[in-house]
């Protein structure tokens, strides 16, 4: 029995191959391995080809249709977390703060080092960064304490 549902060729199997070879995670690996079976045997069904592979046809159609959606970037498994990262802030920023808690002679909070950065940057930055960034500089939870 033919399948319904066709499937892009103008990726060669051989090149899914490779890539199956240089995979190294293991779901992207198994959805190239759908991709290839669909493609070197294309008179299988897609039930045949969930049941040689141990997967749902769900699982099967799923892979069709992003491979011919998009080829194998949509194959590719999607990264959890923030996709913009952790922000970046400038050592200047802290370099500056430093400078300013040893001009002083009273123990800063990390709340009043938080305030300080906002009016004197515009920019704010969470207290565990900052806590993080000073105690990298040899300061405690206090600024006057070292750690």
């Known amino acids: 029995m033919s399948r319904v549902a066709a499937i892009r060729t103008d990726i060669p199997v051989s090149a899914i191959r490779r890539t199956i070879k240089n995979a190294s995670d293991s779901a992207f690996r198994l959805r190239l391995m759908i991709i290839e079976k669909l493609l070197s045997e294309p008179d299988l069904s897609l039930q045949a080809v969930a049941e040689s592979l141990i997967v749902n046809r769900e699982t099967v159609t799923k892979c069709l249709r992003l491979f011919n959606q998009g080829g194998l970037d949509l194959l590719k498994p999607k990264r959890a977390g923030r996709k913009e990262g952790n922000p970046k802030y ?11 808690l040893k001009k ?13 950065i906002r009016e004197q940057h515009e920019v704010t930055v969470p207290e565990s960064t900052i806590y993080y960034r000073i105690a990298k500089l ?8 070292s750690a």
């Open 104 to 116: 002083t002679k009273e123990d800063w909070s990390v709340y009043r080092m938080q305030d300080y």
């Open 138 to 145: 040899g300061f405690g939870k206090r600024s006057r304490r």
């Open 90 to 100: 400038d050592g200047e920023i802290f370099l500056e703060l430093v400078k300013t």
